[in-house]
């Protein structure tokens, strides 16, 4: 998920988070793994390994649907958007065939799903107050 960046480790980590995806991250490892994001500052989780396990989350995870744009997205998987287009498709056809066949037909109600964000995340995990937070090297 987070990337196929073969460094990760803190520099890649610390991105992800300041990007505002920790919140996501930090549910996702707790869903999936039963980790703690918060044992990278205790010292009993390595960021290498977080980035590593970030990258092998399944589609519908809270952090793919925070890559997305939130947490609306977290059911659309790729499988939900194929049989969305194809339940449109239905509609649409059953609308003009009872057009063609010279009846009276309303326009279908299609589903549409979550629009895709474009600024930045809603919600950020802020763990600067964090008694073993240190701060990003980039940021000094």
């Not at 991105?15 to 490892?29: K, N, Q």
């Not at 703690?36 to 977080?50: C, F």
């Not at 589609?59 to 997305?68: N, Y």
């Amino acid at each position: 998920m987070a990337g196929r960046d073969p460094g990760g480790g803190s520099a890649g980590l610390g991105e992800l988070i300041d990007a505002g995806h920790g919140g996501a991250l930090r549910a996702d490892l707790q869903r999936y793994y039963g980790l703690d994001l918060a044992d990278v500052w205790r010292g009993t989780l390595t960021p290498r390994r977080v980035w590593t396990l970030s990258e092998h989350l399944p589609e519908d995870s809270a952090l793919a649907a925070s890559f997305a744009g939130g947490s609306e997205h977290r059911a659309w998987t790729l499988q939900t958007h194929v049989l969305v287009q194809l339940l449109n498709a239905v509609r649409v056809q059953d609308v003009n065939n009872i057009r063609v066949s010279g009846g009276k037909a309303r326009d279908p109600q299609l589903v549409t799903p979550p629009a895709a964000q474009t600024g930045a995340p809603k919600r950020r995990l802020d763990l600067s107050n964090h008694p073993l937070a240190q701060p990003l090297p980039h940021l000094i």
